[in-house]
């Protein structure tokens, strides 16, 4: 499934976060603190501006090199990871996606220059239920007043605005919710408090809360009432990125565990040679590249513009519960010194790991979907496709850097 190009790619990647990323990972975890010193470098290897045309500034690449970044950066330091995914996959897509040439003009290039951007979907009352908004925008000529609160915002103390979804009017069906960028100067917008996580600790998340912000009609995106599907479209592609954070982070593990078996000698030998541990090893890897297959499956998917929503939830829910069970077993192939913060990343790999299940759906809401298009396609029923515009432009000027 991976060219040379991808392979190019990955060792690119790899050596940069060796580097850059990993020396600091294990400091941004204990500390709770926002990598800025990385974001200078992330931008330089074009890291954020992966989904972005060139002309906006943006660095495009494949969905697969796409997925290759992730996992690369959450192979060394989650808290990266998911900065970076949720930059380009919640935050810069969905202006890519829906945003209007002015809109995309505006915003992308300071997205792609080292400004984050956010995503606010979640609310209290909103999670699962992401058609639940409660936010509400009302229009006076030409400037709507937000109102409402927006929960679990990935970078939110740092993102200079959030793509944020309000309820236009108050029809039941969902038909009236709307996307807005937010700016983050603008009064009425305030950062809450950020969230103290169990991990995923380098990675600021807070509320975001709106008291009657004027936001001009310009900063619609797309159409009155689309905002829940545009979220729902959105989140297709956030998931493969999820799925490749979770591939990652239990690479990491694995490749320390397989080392630390090597090395560890009881009864006299390396304690890779007990078969018990051997065998976990084995399963170890063999589960992981079964998820990374489904990971990448789904990535083709969307860059051959097929419809991927199913195989999206899909690649989340597997790779997300492998990546938990092989940061689990790393566990208890370094019995005490993996409980140990500090020596291996193993327990820090596993708390970060845990948010793979969770976040952009629960593996409960990614069975949902499963299921849900399962029985539609057995029923013969369609609907609007999520497939994407193959992005064969984005391929090409990846190869012609490369
Ligand atoms: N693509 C396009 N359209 C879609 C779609 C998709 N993937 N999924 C659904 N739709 C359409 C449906 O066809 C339907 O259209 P019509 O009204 O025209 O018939 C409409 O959208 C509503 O769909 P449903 O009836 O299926 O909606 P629902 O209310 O039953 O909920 C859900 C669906 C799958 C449960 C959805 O609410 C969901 O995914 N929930 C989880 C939300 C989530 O992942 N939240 C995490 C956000 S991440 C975050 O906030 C933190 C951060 O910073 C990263």
Not at 124 to 140: E, K
Request: proline fraction near 4%; charge should be negative; hydrophobic fraction near 35%.
């Amino acid at each position: 499934m991976l060219d040379h190009h991808h392979l190019e790619y990955r060792d690119k990647l790899r050596a940069f976060c060796e580097e850059t990323i990993a020396p600091l990972a294990a400091t941004l975890d204990h500390e709770q603190r926002f990598p800025s010193e990385h974001m200078g470098p992330l931008t330089a290897m074009g890291l954020l501006g992966c989904l972005v045309p060139e002309e906006y500034g943006g660095t495009p690449v494949d969905t697969i090199s796409y997925c290759i970044a992730v996992e690369e950066l959450a192979r060394v330091c989650g808290s990266t990871a998911i900065i970076i995914a949720a930059h380009n996959s919640l935050g810069t897509f969905p202006i890519v996606r829906f945003g209007s040439e002015e809109q995309k003009r505006r915003f992308l290039p300071r997205a792609t220059a080292g400004e984050l951007i956010a995503f606010g979907l979640s609310e209290p009352d909103a999670g699962s239920d992401a058609g639940g908004t409660r936010t509400t925008a009302r229009l006076t000529g030409d400037t709507w007043t937000i109102n409402g609160s927006k929960c679990w915002i990935t970078s939110g103390p740092q993102a200079f605005a959030v793509n944020a979804t309000a309820r236009a009017s108050t029809d039941p069906e969902n038909k009236d919710i709307t996307t807005f960028v937010l700016e983050r100067d603008w009064a009425g917008y305030d950062i809450g408090k950020k969230e103290n996580k169990l991990g995923l600790r380098g990675s600021d998340t807070s509320f975001l809360h709106f008291d009657d912000l004027k936001c001009p009609d310009e900063n619609r995106l797309g159409e009155v009432g689309m905002g829940f599907k545009q979220m729902l479209i959105t989140l297709d592609g956030g998931r493969i990125s999820i799925g490749a954070m979770a591939l990652g982070l239990a690479q990491g593990s694995l490749e320390v565990a397989l080392k630390y078996a090597t090395e560890r000698e009881q009864f006299g030998k390396p304690i890779a040679s007990f078969q018990g541990i051997a065998h976990k090893l084995a399963d170890m890897a063999t589960e992981l590249e079964a998820a990374r297959l489904l990971v990448y499956e789904a990535a083709r998917m969307k860059d051959a513009g097929l419809p991927f929503s199913r195989h999206s939830a899909m690649c989340k829910l597997y790779a997300s519960e492998v990546g938990h069970r092989v940061c689990e077993i790393a566990f208890s192939v370094l019995g005490g010194v993996g409980y140990e913060t500090g020596p291996y990343p193993v327990e820090r790999n596993w708390r970060d790991v845990k948010l793979c299940e969770i976040g952009e759906g629960t593996s409960e809401i990614q069975r949902l979907v499963i299921s849900r298009d399962l029985i539609r396609e057995l029923s013969g029923s369609t609907r609007e496709t999520t497939a994407e515009e193959p992005s064969i432009k984005a391929r090409e000027a990846a190869k012609a850097r490369n």
